[in-house]
Nanobody
Framework: QVQLVESGGGLVQAGGSLRLSCAASGRTFSTYAMGWFRQAPGKEREFVAAISSISIITYYADSVKGRFTISRDNAKNTVYLQMNSLKPEDTAVYYC???????????????WGQGTQVTVSS
């Protein structure tokens, strides 16, 4: 079993920045692709970004390209989401996910964190 724990969420004004972290258990972290998703109340969970096991491939949703950056440190078993130029429409619960192969759909991922709330005020 892979366990994922997110941190770094909070309240920020529009135009500000946050960095989310996701710490993973297990010695096989470096073999997993990692993704970030988000979900606002009453809406479907949507893809944000993903990164392959050794950072060769990254994917981003069009809505966050140029503003968000996904990265990972396999020595620390941690994946990050740097969020800049935040907008009120970025407000959501953000989830970290892991799977053996990279994907851009929620059903592509077998393991999920508990989520962390990001609120962007105007």
């Amino acid at each position: 079993q892979v366990q994922l724990v997110e941190s770094g969420g909070g309240l920020v004004q529009a135009g500000g920045s946050l960095r989310l972290s996701c710490a993973a258990s297990g010695r096989t972290f470096s073999t997993y692709a990692m993704g970030w998703f988000r979900q606002a109340p009453g809406k479907e969970r949507e893809f944000v970004a993903a990164i392959s096991s050794i950072s060769i491939i990254t994917y981003y949703a069009d809505s966050v390209k140029g503003r968000f950056t996904i990265s990972r440190d396999n020595a620390k078993n941690t994946v990050y989401l740097q969020m800049n130029s935040l907008k009120p429409e970025d407000t959501a619960v953000y989830y970290c996910a892991a799977d053996r192969t990279i994907g851009r759909r929620n059903y592509d991922y077998d393991y999920w964190g508990q989520g962390t709330q990001v609120t962007v005020s105007s």
